[in-house]
């Protein structure tokens, strides 16, 4: 294994640290380093919170800001955070609106999210996101897995927190867009948690695997290599028979954090025409390397059906390290 680190020990701290200094800014870091919160915050609306294990940036440190996230409670590598680290940051950030809670679907979050809110008291929401289409069940998982189209929920529901959106309402179309948000992904390699030193799971040098978790969880299943179009056309169409509808939708390809951006925009060259044969009328789009695995080599694919009001809340203003557009 070969890593940028002084010690397992200390990579978390340390980056963190690196983080809030290098966007201090927008971010600082919380009471006792146990998240990462909007330097200006913003009183009288919805805060949203969300967290989970390091090894995912930047999901969901990188969403801090104006118009996505109040919040992130970062765990150890592909660790839950836990509940303290939760309770604190709804203390720090709640802005007498209320605080919604948006949280991927893994056992580990789920039940710590859960107990946190019901530690820190108050008018706390929370929202699930279930958005991979690979498995119903995975092996840290009961129901589909919240991947890539976490992020979708934060900017849309962020910027409608924004825009004075009061909290049964952030959080009834916090649902909506989890709804309407379909993902899968696809693995070239493994990745490697520095604390483990080796290979999550090993893979040949002629394999992929279809419909991996973020974690590196096994998936549809393991085939030999596929040229770019292939594999866009196995995602996409089982993304699209999942979900449906054929109204205007956001393409969104994502890196796993081993993947060169060539190969990602040939593989939005791929997955939009291929969504477009099947009807599919794409009408916003992005493309980089967002919910990540560490160090794997593979993307995955999203599509999020956008209706009028769900599009003026993905093109309202965003300041975070990790998306800005219009300010």
Known sequence: MKKLINGTDTLLA???????????????????????RRKFGSRGKVSLISGGGSGH????????GHGMLDAACPGQ????PTPDQMVAAVR????????????????????NFEMAAEMAGGSI??????????????????????????MIVEKIVGAAAELGMDLPACQALGERVNKATRSMGVALTSCTVPAAGKPTFDIG??????GVGIHGEPGRRRIKLQPARAIADEMVSAIVG???AREPCLLLVNGFGGTPAMELY?????????????????SRSLVGSFVTSLDMAGCSITLASLDDELTRLWDAPVHTPALRWGM
Do not use: W
């Not at 069940?137 to 890539?148: E, I, K, M």
């Not at 040098?205 to 279809?210: G, L, S, T, W």
């Open 242 to 244: 999942d979900l449906g």
């Open 77 to 80: 590598v592909f660790t839950s």
């Open 205 to 210: 040098p002629d394999e992929m695997e279809i």
């Open 125 to 150: 929401a929370q929202v699930l996101t279930t958005d991979d289409v690979a498995v119903q069940d995975s092996l840290f998982t009961t129901g589909r897995r919240g991947v890539a189209g976490t």
């Open 57 to 64: 940036e930047p999901l969901h440190s990188g969403f801090v």
């Open 266 to 282: 040939l593989m939005y060259h791929n997955a939009r025409r291929i969504a477009e044969q099947q009807g599919v009328v794409i």
């Open 14 to 36: 340390e980056s963190l640290a690196g983080f809030a200094s290098a966007h201090a800014d927008l971010v600082c870091l919380g009471e006792e380093s146990k998240f990462i």
């Open 92 to 111: 720090s950030v709640d802005g007498g609106a209320g605080v919604l809670l948006i949280v991927k679907n893994y056992e580990g979050d789920v039940m």
